[in-house]
């Protein structure tokens, strides 16, 4: 069975242009998270989709990041405009409900230059 | 506001060596507890997950154990392998909100 996917792995941008991350979950997975991970931090959530409804958002700075999850299966994160402190590995993780198990991606490191 | 903390922050040990790595937390107030392992460049894998109602849980070579009123979880790693190298997180699941709190990680590092 395949894990989550997303891409791209890796991106090298300049401030103030922005960035989409995207992410497809595990089949049948009705919950799925965006989370930030810092240079030797653990992950902190941005936001909780379960299916389509952004049911946690506190931590997403909206401003500048937006979101969402259409058909409530696959996801994009978005940057606009990005700063230099947004430098970063974004890291997507989906499961089957709120309670259970989280599956997680391999990320996207993003540099901001 | 839960903050989990872990010591170390980085542990290096020779090959068959074993050890400890210790999580706390500040608010008991937790639905369960994980441990998860991070390699460079990848996601995070689970390891073990213990409820808040359990003590410990084993799987292979790992034993986890919690103690909620204190607020403590530890991971012990037995004869400790170069393939163990890692990032060790541990997180708690909150009893509201349903979000889950990482710690910043121990970098494991087990010399061949």
């Known amino acids: 069975e395949a894990g989550v996917v997303q891409s791209p792995r890796y991106k090298i941008i300049e401030k103030k242009q922005p960035v989409a991350f995207w992410c497809n979950p595990i089949?049948?997975?009705?919950?799925l998270y965006w989370y930030l991970q810092n240079l030797g931090q653990g992950p902190e959530l941005l936001i909780r989709?379960?299916?389509?409804?952004?049911?946690?958002d506190s931590q997403l700075p909206k401003d500048r990041f937006s979101a969402e999850r259409l058909k409530g299966v696959d996801s994009t994160l978005k940057i606009q405009p990005a700063e230099l402190g947004d430098s970063a590995v974004y890291l997507c993780?989906?499961?089957?409900?709120?309670?259970?198990?989280?599956?997680f991606g391999p990320g996207t490191r993003l540099t901001v230059l | 506001k839960q903050e989990v903390t872990q010591i170390p922050a980085a542990l290096s040990v020779p090959e068959g060596e074993n050890l400890v790595l210790n999580c706390s937390f500040t608010?008991?107030?937790?639905?369960?507890l994980q441990w998860f392992r991070q390699d460079p460049g990848k996601g995070l894998t689970s390891l073990l997950l213990?409820?808040?109602?359990?003590r410990e849980q084993t799987s292979g070579r790992l034993n986890a154990s919690l103690d909620k009123s204190s607020g403590r979880s530890t991971l012990y790693i037995a004869a400790s392998q170069p393939g163990d190298s890692a990032t060790y997180l541990c997180?708690?699941?909150?009893?509201?909100?349903?979000?889950?709190?990482f710690g910043a990680g121990t970098i494991l590092r087990v010399k061949s």
């Open positions: 993780a989906s499961s089957l409900n709120s309670l259970d198990t989280q599956y």
């Open positions: 089949s049948g997975h009705n919950t």
């Open positions: 989709y379960e299916n389509e409804e952004a049911v946690d």
């Open positions: 608010d008991s107030a937790i639905y369960n």
């Open positions: 213990i409820q808040s109602s359990q």
């Open positions: 997180a708690v699941r909150m009893e509201y909100g349903n979000k889950l709190v």
